[in-house]
T-cell receptor, first 115, second 112 residues
Framework: ETGVTQTPRHLVMGMTNKKSLKCEQH?????MYWYKQSAKKPLELMFV???????ENNSVPSRFSPECPNSSHLFLHLHTLQPEDSALYLC??????????????FGPGTRLTVL | AQKVTQAQTEISVVEKEDVTLDCVYE???????LFWYKQPPSGELVFLIR??????QNEISGRYSWNFQKSTSSFNFTITASQVVDSAVYFC?????????FGTGTSLTVIP
């Protein structure tokens, strides 16, 4: 596998379910990101990890819980979500989080629907 | 406040026409980076270009060209002789520090 992979590609869950999104990067990068893409809205940066430490949390509700066990893997744990959380969740990675080396490589996303 | 505006929501052109996608940004930082990404129907964003705030040289890559003008805070993207495969959503983004700010995207449809 090359690049950034995400599983599952599609997920439908009820508001009381608990699920996790998985992201894996095969690029040897040090930084990983979670984004939320909703229709007609800009991509929203949710979390940034650099060398497995969270460096940014853009006021994301606690029903979203990230986990970065190592520099190649990133998870987004979901629980008691709301219908408005339905969106495409994109994972990305970059060499570092600094501007000069941070062109991001994106995964294909997980299309999440909350019923 | 940091912000990226892509005023064009949707554009349709006929194949072989040239098309320019507009991007206007706002930031008070003196050091920043600007990006363009392409999102085809498959979903994953594809990096196209990065430009830092100190390099206003325009860039050409094949049929793609970018015009960076700090005086108007714009970073426009032109596709020459468009092709059907160019149909996608294009995002402009601004990076300052650890933060990325994306525009709402421009959906480009190239009609055969």
């Amino acid at each position: 596998e090359t690049g950034v992979t995400q599983t599952p590609r599609h997920l439908v869950m009820g508001m009381t379910n608990k699920k996790s999104l998985k992201c894996e990067q095969h690029l040897g990068h040090n930084a990983m990101y979670w984004y939320k893409q909703s229709a007609k809205k800009p991509l929203e940066l949710m979390f940034v990890y650099s060398l497995e430490e969270r460096v940014e949390n853009n006021s994301v509700p606690s029903r979203f819980s990230p986990e970065c066990p190592n520099s190649s893997h990133l998870f987004l744990h979901l629980h008691t979500l709301q219908p408005e959380d339905s969106a495409l969740y994109l994972c990305a990675s970059s060499q570092d989080k600094d501007g000069s080396t941070n062109e991001q490589f994106f995964g294909p996303g997980t299309r999440l629907t909350v019923l | 406040a940091q912000k990226v505006t892509q005023a064009q929501t949707e554009i349709s052109v006929v194949e072989k026409e040239d098309v320019t996608l507009d991007c206007v940004y706002e930031t008070r930082d003196t050091t920043y980076y600007l990006f363009w990404y392409k999102q085809p129907p498959s979903g994953e964003l594809v990096f196209l270009i990065r430009r830092n705030s100190f390099d206003e040289q325009n860039e050409i890559s094949g049929r793609y060209s970018w015009n960076f003008q700090k005086s108007t805070s714009s970073f426009n993207f032109t596709i020459t002789a468009s092709q059907v495969v160019d149909s996608a959503v294009y995002f402009c983004a601004l990076n300052t520090g650890n933060q990325f700010y994306f525009g709402t995207g421009t959906s480009l449809t190239v009609i055969p």
